[in-house]
């Protein structure tokens, strides 16, 4: 069982920049990927980026590419994910996942934080 527990969501202004935390208790398998996925209001939730726990290897959704950056603390249990850049389309609940796949998709995922809301106004 793992638990993760999100935070740092906020209210922003278009080109603003937040700091994403995810703090995770329970076991976390080497191979796992730390994933953060985004919901926005109306729509399904969509990939944003994931890290693996072992070695740091990243993808990124097209959309966070050269804006978001996800990394993560070992020692720590904690992944985050920079936002630079904010826009409005932007504007979601952003869920921090742990999965055994190092996926895209939210089915490769088996645990899930609550959300922490990130607004973006223009």
């Known amino acids: 069982q793992v638990q993760l527990v999100e935070s740092g969501g906020g209210l922003v202004q278009a080109g603003d920049s937040l700091r994403l935390s995810c703090a995770a208790s329970g076991r976390i398998f080497s191979s796992y990927g730390m994933g953060w996925f985004r919901q926005p209001p109306g729509k399904e939730r969509e990939f944003v980026a994931v890290i693996a726990w072992t070695g740091g290897r990243t993808a990124y959704a097209d959309s966070s590419k050269g804006r978001f950056t996800i990394s993560r603390d070992n020692a720590k249990n904690m992944v985050y994910l920079q936002m630079n850049s904010l826009k409005p389309e932007d504007t979601a609940v952003y869920y921090c996942?742990?999965?055994?796949?190092?996926?895209?998709?939210?089915?490769?995922?088996?645990?899930w934080g609550q959300g922490t809301q990130v607004t973006v106004s223009s």
């Open positions: 996942a742990a999965g055994p796949f190092w996926a895209r998709s939210s089915t490769g995922y088996d645990y």
